[in-house]
């Protein structure tokens, strides 16, 4: 049986993919303890040994910030990875899964953005995805892009969630951004959708003649950074989390200055992706508390 290759098994959605992907799935991951993926002739020459039935690219450069000082591992990993995945897909004839992020766009927005909106991305980070999402769609038409936004999760390492709780456990005030607004999406739905994309296409129910292209999936509902972390300890205090935070301030961007510039709105409506697949649209704050009590039973 041809396996399902995954790329990025120790991220955080690698992680939540390998957990989820059911049994009846051959599954070959490979992470960057594997192999240096920009090294793109050898990574070529991986997945051809592997023979897979198909590809989901969940490994990236995401550290946005240091994205602006080191453009050059931000694009080799986020264009040129994505560019030899979609030429060994070509050559195997085989899809490949993209996961890509609303940085692409600019923010300028009011409405939730849809796959037709065109990117306008402000920062190297969103720049450096664009252009992977642009070298696949040029190379190989069989490819699903799937933009998301505001990921976290209980598996992985750093997210927005487990920062929060962190700097609650030590600190007893806190500054949060209210005025960058999105959809907060945690990797487990992220991963559901994806694995369902993958069955429906291992079982030809998906044709990707009329299907293939850029779609987004994120939770529904919306929220600025402020409401994500308000409802975090909320959720959390509910669950008597250990902590000692009193106060969350609402901060402006101006007052919270990064290295990079972030969209002011990046909400994404996912749609297109609920009427290929059997999706059920979850709010963010569901998601959020079934990634809190995952989260306290790893730590009993």
Request: charged share 20%; glycine share 6%; no cysteine.
């Given at each position: 049986?041809?396996?399902?290759?995954?790329?990025?098994?120790?991220?955080?959605?690698?992680?939540?993919?390998?957990?989820?992907?059911?049994?009846?799935?051959?599954?070959?991951?490979?992470?960057?303890?594997?192999?240096?993926?920009?090294?793109?002739?050898?990574?070529?020459?991986?997945?051809?040994?592997?023979?897979?039935?198909?590809?989901?690219?969940?490994?990236?450069?995401?550290?946005?910030?240091?994205?602006?000082?080191?453009?050059?591992?931000?694009?080799?990993?986020?264009?040129?990875?994505?560019?030899?995945?979609?030429?060994?897909?070509?050559?195997?004839?085989?899809?490949?899964?993209?996961?890509?992020?609303?940085?692409?766009?600019?923010?300028?927005?009011?409405?939730?953005?849809?796959?037709?909106?065109?990117?306008?991305?402000?920062?190297?980070?969103?720049?450096?995805?664009?252009?992977?999402?642009?070298?696949?769609?040029?190379?190989?038409?069989?490819?699903?892009?799937?933009?998301?936004?505001?990921?976290?999760?209980a598996l992985g390492q750093g997210n927005f969630v487990k920062t929060m709780l962190r700097l609650g456990q030590s600190r007893a005030e806190l500054g949060v951004v209210f005025d960058q607004i999105g959809s907060p999406t945690s990797?487990?739905?992220?991963?559901?959708?994806?694995?369902?994309?993958?069955?429906?296409?291992?079982?030809?129910?998906?044709?990707?003649?009329?299907?293939?292209?850029?779609?987004?999936?994120?939770?529904?509902?919306?929220?600025?950074?402020?409401?994500?972390?308000?409802?975090?300890?909320?959720?959390?205090?509910?669950?008597?989390?250990?902590?000692?935070?009193?106060?969350?301030?609402?901060?402006?961007?101006?007052?919270?200055?990064?290295?990079?510039?972030?969209?002011?709105?990046?909400?994404?409506?996912?749609?297109?992706?609920?009427?290929?697949?059997?999706?059920?649209?979850?709010?963010?704050?569901?998601?959020?508390?079934?990634?809190?009590?995952?989260?306290?039973?790893?730590?009993?």
């Amino acid at each position: 049986m041809k396996p399902l290759l995954l790329l990025g098994k120790t991220g955080q959605l690698g992680q939540e993919l390998a957990r989820l992907l059911p049994s009846t799935f051959a599954v070959q991951t490979l992470g960057r303890a594997d192999l240096d993926f920009t090294q793109v002739q050898r990574l070529k020459q991986v997945v051809l040994d592997i023979q897979p039935h198909s590809i989901v690219n969940a490994a990236a450069y995401t550290a946005v910030d240091q994205a602006e000082k080191e453009p050059e591992q931000a694009f080799a990993m986020n264009q040129a990875v994505p560019m030899a995945l979609a030429e060994v897909a070509k050559q195997l004839e085989i899809p490949l899964i993209h996961i890509s992020t609303d940085y692409v766009f600019d923010g300028q927005h009011h409405r939730p953005y849809q796959e037709t909106d065109q990117p306008s991305p402000i920062g190297v980070y969103g720049r450096s995805k664009l252009a992977g999402e642009e070298a696949i769609r040029q190379t190989w038409a069989n490819h699903y892009i799937v933009r998301t936004a505001w990921l976290y999760g209980a598996l992985g390492q750093g997210n927005f969630v487990k920062t929060m709780l962190r700097l609650g456990q030590s600190r007893a005030e806190l500054g949060v951004v209210f005025d960058q607004i999105g959809s907060p999406t945690s990797t487990t739905y992220l991963a559901e959708g994806i694995i369902k994309l993958v069955q429906g296409l291992a079982i030809a129910a998906i044709d990707p003649s009329r299907s293939a292209g850029t779609y987004h999936l994120a939770n529904s509902g919306v929220a600025s950074w402020y409401d994500f972390a308000i409802a975090i300890f909320e959720e959390a205090r509910a669950r008597q989390f250990p902590l000692v935070l009193q106060r969350v301030n609402p901060l402006t961007t101006a007052e919270y200055p990064t290295v990079a510039h972030r969209p002011a709105y990046s909400v994404l409506s996912s749609r297109k992706l609920e009427t290929l697949l059997p999706l059920t649209p979850t709010h963010w704050r569901e998601s959020l508390r079934s990634m809190l009590d995952q989260l306290m039973q790893e730590m009993l």
